[in-house]
């Protein structure tokens, strides 16, 4: 007998202030996991859990029935219902069987095998209810297989992802406390951000200046939709997609009381919306009234609306209050989203539908349902029922029925895949990125200090940047493994059973479920590959197979800017460095096979920037071969930094 499956829905941001946000579900997970690392049998772990959530759930909403909407209540109440349903299954089922075999006895045939039907009927629920998983199983990272790419990279450069980190980004001393939110000023550099994202652009496209860059990209993606070699033209409209998630309270955009419940928690980093504001406008001269930005169903606070409106106020700012110079989000007249399972039909933003493009600006979290929440589910906040309000829809709960929680393992329809196929949504997406400036934890977004290399106890300080929808989500989900395998179980939500699901079927077709077709506008044709995922080799070196030229995966460029010595990471076809072996101790063997001659400088340092080892090699064409000992230095991981006539070319992760 399989266990009985808890469903642990999205919490209900709106109330989630009354009840503690890391108690009741956070300690309900916990126990699950104690009682099966401890064997207790599934139906036993039911019958506690059942009494549990229901001796809670009536002690706390009989004194005050509000309390049913609380968020712990919404945790509870399907343990509960599911329970009580059971016991009364099995109830009437030994009842309707007793009172079966009395009217036997009495002859009373008619009656006898009604009670018959009956028990059967309440048998059958009774074993229903039983058959439902748990909780869903939780995997390892022995689980994901390095350098497998699956489906077809896609972008102007194919498959590439890249990553920019700068420590300097962030306020390592930031407390998050009342006055020193992670939001407020001083906490987050808009010079660097501004640089970071500069850099990304660039490198994404593989151009010398960052105007070019964007018409790089926008070109590629025309001739992708068969409009022609041609960027953006005066007239196209351009929608922002932010993740606003924790501004979630219609009628006030004040920052500390009613609109931000939460301060605590992250949303979309303000100067990063800006830097990409000021990019669009100011260098690739996109007109401010082609540009739609928001969270369309969240409040635009004032701490972006007073940076952005004051520069440029000719943008529009949709969310779903629409007041003090904000513009209401209008959601399409009809249903034009359909969930491909035939669940749901649903309305998007009506700019949407007007837009020649969409930029998916997602944040870095995991999520209790889903396991993560990057661009894929940040569309979340892009459908609205045809019935519902407007300013009201601050829950969709309704599109979560196919997430891993609600249903684990692989091979299920997942909704997810939908969003990232439909040509107003991701179909028309030129740019999904990733703001890991502060990076958070479970859907609203809890921020806290990342141990992974190379954050080694600092906030994550980076943005990530594709124009492969799945390739993103692959690198993404790689970072939120590598950071959550050593946490508490409770926090674990990256390795639920079925987490990438829709990654294996948004890549390739042939993982799609028994019965779906993947037709998400209902006109009869079915996506395609949408982009390649792929898990990297390991969390310190973090390479794909277009790093390793091993395939025609996921390509991760780096840049790294640190101070000073600030530089990137350069591409496989750009310059070949090779340091081996990994991991190695005493002497370190180098190679580099590139086109410059004369003296090369090499320099070690630790990953907080202080220089541990450095030397000089001579190199004449070809490929420079050499040693180096490195048996003073400590057990560690090391960045080796090469310059050529003092212009820095690459450096690179070693361990040592």
Excluded at 261 to 271: K, L, V
Excluded at 436 to 463: H, L, Q, V
Excluded at 616 to 638: F, V
């Amino acid at each position: 007998m399989q266990e009985e499956r808890i469903v642990i829905d999205n919490l209900n941001e709106e109330n989630a202030s009354r009840c503690r946000r890391d108690s009741y579900p956070g300690k309900l997970r916990g126990i699950i996991e104690w009682m099966k690392k401890h064997h207790i049998r599934g139906r036993l772990m039911f019958v506690l859990l059942g009494v549990a959530s229901t001796v809670w759930f009536l002690i706390r909403v009989i004194p005050k029935p509000s309390r049913a909407a609380y968020p712990c209540m919404r945790v509870a109440a399907p343990m509960m219902s599911s329970f009580v349903l059971w016991l009364l299954a099995v109830t009437s089922s030994v009842f309707s069987f007793r009172r079966f075999g009395k009217n036997l006895n009495n002859k009373k045939y008619g009656i006898a095998f009604l009670f018959l039907f009956l028990a059967l009927t309440t048998g059958m629920i009774s074993l229903v209810v039983n058959n439902r998983k748990s909780v869903a199983a939780m995997l390892t990272p022995a689980d994901f297989t390095p350098n497998q790419p699956v489906g077809k990279a896609t972008g102007l450069r194919p498959g590439r992802v890249v990553w920019v980190w700068n420590p300097d980004a962030t306020n390592e001393n930031m407390t998050n406390q009342p006055f020193d939110y992670w939001y407020q000023k001083g906490n987050a550099d808009q010079t660097v951000i501004d640089s970071m994202l500069d850099k990304g652009i660039r490198d994404l496209a593989g151009a010398g200046n960052t105007a070019q860059a964007w018409d790089s990209l926008f070109t590629w993606f025309n001739k992708k939709h068969d409009r022609g070699a041609q960027g953006y033209r005066n007239g196209e409209k351009i929608v922002i997609k932010l993740n606003l998630t924790n501004s979630v309270h219609p009628g006030s955009y004040s920052d500390f009381y009613g609109t931000t419940q939460y301060p605590e928690y992250m949303d979309n980093t303000p100067e990063l919306v800006f830097a990409l504001l000021k990019q669009l406008i100011n260098v690739y001269h996109v007109q401010q009234e082609d540009i739609y930005v928001g969270d369309n169903f969240r409040a635009f606070r004032n701490t972006y609306w007073d940076l952005c409106h004051t520069v440029f106020p000719d943008v529009h700012y949709v969310d779903g209050i629409g007041e003090q110079g904000r513009e209401k989000t209008r959601k399409s007249a009809t249903e034009v989203l359909h969930f491909s399972d035939g669940s749901l039909d649903l309305c998007l933003p009506q700019h949407y539908l007007d837009a020649a493009y969409l930029i998916n600006l997602a944040a870095l979290k995991t999520h209790n349902a889903a396991g993560i929440t990057l661009t894929a589910k940040n569309h979340q906040g892009s459908i609205i029922k045809l019935a519902d309000n407007v300013s009201g829809t601050m829950n969709v709960g309704y599109a979560h029925a196919s997430l891993p929680y609600e249903v684990a393992g692989t091979g299920h329809y997942r909704h997810l895949v939908d969003y990232m196929g439909h040509k107003d949504m991701g179909g028309k997406t030129v740019l999904f990125m990733i703001d890991g400036i502060w990076g958070g934890r479970d859907f609203w977004g809890k921020i806290y200090k990342w141990d992974m290399p190379p954050f080694n106890g600092d906030y994550p300080s980076s943005i990530f940047l594709s124009q492969d929808a799945v390739a993103i989500e692959s690198v993404g989900f790689d970072f939120l493994l590598g950071e959550m395998k050593d946490k508490p179980a409770e926090e674990q939500f990256p390795y639920m059973s079925g987490v990438d699901d829709y990654l294996y079927q948004a890549a390739d077709s042939s993982f799609w479920p028994s019965g779906v077709r993947y037709d998400p506008e209902k006109d009869g044709t079915v996506i395609g590959s949408l982009g390649v995922y792929e898990h990297w080799d390991n969390a310190a070196d973090k390479k794909y197979s277009r790093n390793l030229g091993t395939g025609e995966g996921i390509e991760l460029l780096k840049e790294f800017l640190t101070g000073p010595s600030a530089m990137r990471e350069l591409s496989r076809e750009e310059a070949s460095l090779n340091l081996f072996p990994n991991p190695t101790a005493g002497r370190l063997n180098i190679f580099l096979d590139n086109g410059w001659n004369g003296m090369i400088h090499y320099r070690i340092f630790t990953l907080n920037g202080r220089s541990v080892l450095e030397g000089e090699m001579s190199k004449n064409g070809g490929t420079l071969k050499d040693r180096i000992s490195i048996s003073g230095l400590q057990p560690g991981l090391y960045l080796m930094e090469i310059t050529h006539n003092g212009e820095k070319i690459t450096r690179k992760i070693q361990k040592i």
